[in-house]
């Protein structure tokens, strides 16, 4: 639900949408309460690792990507939660593999416009070429991710690449994660 109230807001453009960031940042700060606790848990390698902290950490993962999202919106920065979501991600696929991932496909997806760090940017699309064969949804999202890197690469470091604007202009299909 809060993944389509963002995605709605994004869409909205900056018509007057600080009323509403705020309400839908107050809604994320009070989910954050619940998700505190299992924040270092879904980065720990310390843990006794099973299926139940998998899921915990997918779902840390997808939250954090809230966040993320929301600071560009709201505040047009890059958070500093990227390199969490990472961090939950990686400690997800050490434990997992790639055939998981598929459960923070959405949250990799987002990290993947807020990271400049070309590593990061090899790491994740090498995870979206392999979970490419779950669906033609996950190989157009890693060609979008490609043309994202490159174009980021030729902007510099600071560059801002609006991803939805190709999709409209029908530079690319329409997916779903």
Avoid at 40 to 52: E, F, I, K, N
Avoid at 145 to 173: N, T
Wanted: charged fraction near 25%.
């Amino acid at each position: 639900m809060l993944r389509f109230k963002l995605s709605r807001l994004e869409r909205a453009g900056e018509a007057d949408n600080s009323s509403a960031l705020r309400e839908f940042g107050a809604e994320l700060k009070a989910l954050e309460i619940d998700f505190l606790p299992f924040i270092p848990l879904a980065s720990s390698r310390a843990v006794q690792r099973s299926t139940q902290l998998s899921n915990t950490c997918a779902a840390v993962a997808n939250f954090l990507a809230l966040v993320v999202l929301y600071d560009r919106l709201m505040y047009d920065i890059q958070s500093p939660v990227v390199s969490s979501v990472l961090l939950v991600i990686a400690s997800l696929h050490e434990y997992e593999g790639d055939p998981f991932l598929w459960h923070v496909a959405w949250a990799l997806f987002v990290v993947a416009f807020e990271t400049n760090d070309p590593i990061h940017q090899a790491w994740i699309l090498e995870r979206f070429t392999r979970m490419q064969k779950n669906g033609r949804h996950m190989g157009r999202a890693r060609s979008l991710l490609e043309s994202l890197f490159w174009e980021k690469r030729r902007c510099g470091a600071g560059g801002r690449v609006r991803y939805s604007d190709w999709i409209r202009d029908g530079r690319f299909p329409h997916f779903l994660i």
